[in-house]
Nanobody
Framework: QVQLVESGGGLVQPGGSLRLSCVASGLNFRNYDMNWYRQTPGKQREWVAFMGSNDYRSYATPLKGRFTVSRDNGKNAVDLQMISLQPEDTAVYYC???????WGQGTQVTVSS
């Protein structure tokens, strides 16, 4: 059974940084492309970043330069480093494999003074 578990969320002041992590189990992690999404109440889930199995990376255009995705196949983990956080970054952040409809439970990020 595939499990994705996110961690690292929390409350941070505007301008601050957070590093989210997603650990996967139940699959041959190195073979899978991973994505980060985020969602705020009443809105659709928004794509944030892509981390390919071949190390290709891509980002939602508004987030380029502030968010960095990486993976560690030895740890079955994909991380999302976020800097210069703003209140509009407040959301529940999910890692997932959309093509297989596999999602983690999400981790809350709140940016507020």
């Amino acid at each position: 059974q595939v499990q994705l578990v996110e961690s690292g969320g929390g409350l941070v002041q505007p301008g601050g940084s957070l590093r989210l992590s997603c650990v996967a189990s139940g699959l041959n992690f190195r073979n899978y492309d991973m994505n980060w999404y985020r969602q705020t109440p009443g809105k659709q889930r928004e794509w944030v970043a892509f981390m390919g199995s071949n190390d290709y990376r891509s980002y939602a255009t508004p987030l380029k330069g502030r968010f960095t995705v990486s993976r560690d196949n030895g740890k079955n983990a994909v991380d999302l480093q976020m800097i210069s956080l703003q209140p509009e970054d407040t959301a529940v952040y999910y890692c997932g494999i959309p093509s297989l409809n596999h999602w983690g439970q999400g981790t809350q990020v709140t940016v507020s003074s």
